[in-house]
């Protein structure tokens, strides 16, 4: 049996925390063994939102050591940067014509932008980021997306087109998935003010964070507002140092549940205990990152040689469109 193949991405805003990590990159990590994957920079996208373009170029080689860091081996997995693969542009075309507006209109993550970025004026490729994305996963023909659960609407999206274009252009023999999304059980982890781990929250903890930039973010966490002194009785459950012992420090959680419901473990140790844990993950991530930020070269030619390879597959794709679309 040939393996499934996975694609992903993320768009490339900067440095990764801790939230994209567990919402992504770790599942990332632990699929690229078992399946063929793509991994993907969407840089065109961030154009939705920022129409300056400085920063794109740094942000994407910032994301890119945080993913060779953390884990991810170009040598299973290409990692590459949308716009130099010129038959993004070129589908993205074809796929346009395969949705309607009014379906867009109605996608709830272009409301929830639209609300919270107070967009008054929608721009077409704002409107058209789910078509990009469709693009992006089917190219590769991408068969299963490990996402945050947030970008479920964007998958759904996706198998849409791709049923309409098999439907409409390949009558036997369809040539493009339907794809699923793959969600992970820590997919939202909250940030250290407790609401959702986001940059422009200012709540993160980053993974090129040192250990002490993280022991003092937690130390400022909070924590529950009625375990005052260091004896009282705490309710992990409302507690999100707590949360974050569940996801890095399961092993010692029943001991520490137990211990902040008694009253024996005030709010600084647990704190401490959780920092410690956190670092130790970290440590690891930190010392790949020291050498890639020392070997800058290494790090753009993985980046050449992957799209060389994503460069293939795309165009293999494209040739198939054409042919069941009779263009040529
Ligand atoms: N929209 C995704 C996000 O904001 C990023 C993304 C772009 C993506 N293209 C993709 C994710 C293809 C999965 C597959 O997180």
């Given at each position: 049996m040939p393996k499934k193949r996975i694609l992903s991405g993320m768009r490339p805003t900067g440095k990764l925390h801790l939230g994209n990590?567990?919402?992504?990159?770790?599942?990332?990590?632990?699929?690229?063994?078992?399946?063929?994957?793509?991994?993907?920079?969407?840089?065109?996208?961030?154009?939705?939102?920022?129409?300056?373009?400085?920063?794109?170029?740094?942000?994407?080689?910032?994301?890119?050591i945080d993913w060779l860091?953390?884990?991810?081996?170009?040598?299973?997995?290409?990692?590459?940067?949308?716009?130099?693969?010129?038959?993004?542009?070129?589908?993205?075309?074809?796929?346009?014509?395969?949705?309607?507006?009014?379906?867009?209109?109605?996608?709830?993550?272009?409301?929830?932008?639209?609300?919270?970025?107070?967009?008054?004026?929608?721009?077409?490729?704002?409107?058209?980021?789910?078509?990009?994305?469709?693009?992006?996963?089917?190219?590769?023909?991408?068969?299963?997306v490990p996402v945050g659960e947030d970008q479920l609407p964007h998958i759904e999206i996706t198998r849409e087109i791709a049923r309409k274009f098999n439907s409409q252009y390949c009558l036997n023999n369809p040539i493009f998935p339907e794809p699923e999304g793959l969600i992970t059980e820590f997919a939202r982890l909250p940030g250290l003010d407790g609401k959702r781990m986001s940059k422009s929250l200012g709540n993160t903890i980053y993974l090129s964070d040192g250990p002490d930039v993280v022991k003092s973010k937690l130390r400022k966490a909070v924590t529950d507002p009625l375990k005052v002194r260091k004896n009282d009785p705490g309710r992990p459950e409302i507690c999100l140092?707590?949360?974050?012992?569940?996801?890095?420090?399961?092993?010692?959680?029943?001991?520490?549940?137990?211990?902040?419901?008694?009253?024996?473990?005030?709010?600084?140790?647990?704190?401490?205990?959780?920092?410690?844990k956190i670092n130790s993950i970290l440590e690891p991530i930190l010392q790949k990152r020291k050498y890639y930020e020392s070997n800058l070269d290494e790090v753009k030619n993985i980046l050449l040689d992957s799209e060389k390879r994503a460069r293939?597959?795309?165009?293999?794709?494209m040739e198939e469109v054409h042919t069941q679309m009779k263009l040529g």
């Open positions: 990590y567990v919402g992504a990159l770790e599942n990332w990590i632990k699929l690229q063994d078992d399946y063929e994957s793509y991994f993907l920079i969407a840089d065109y996208h961030v154009l939705t939102t920022d129409l300056s373009t400085e920063k794109i170029y740094s942000n994407s080689i910032e994301m890119l860091s953390a884990g991810l081996d170009p040598v299973k997995a290409p990692m590459f940067r949308q716009s130099q693969i010129k038959q993004h542009t070129e589908l993205f075309l074809i796929f346009s014509m395969l949705i309607t507006k009014a379906r867009l209109e109605r996608n709830p993550t272009l409301k929830e932008q639209v609300r919270d970025l107070n967009i008054e004026n929608i721009i077409y490729g704002h409107l058209g980021y789910p078509v990009l994305q469709a693009v992006d996963i089917l190219l590769y023909k991408g068969e299963l140092v707590f949360t974050y012992h569940k996801k890095f420090n399961p092993s010692e959680t029943p001991q520490i549940e137990k211990d902040c419901r008694s009253g024996v473990l005030g709010c600084v140790d647990c704190k401490l205990k959780c920092s410690e293939v597959i795309a165009t293999e794709t």
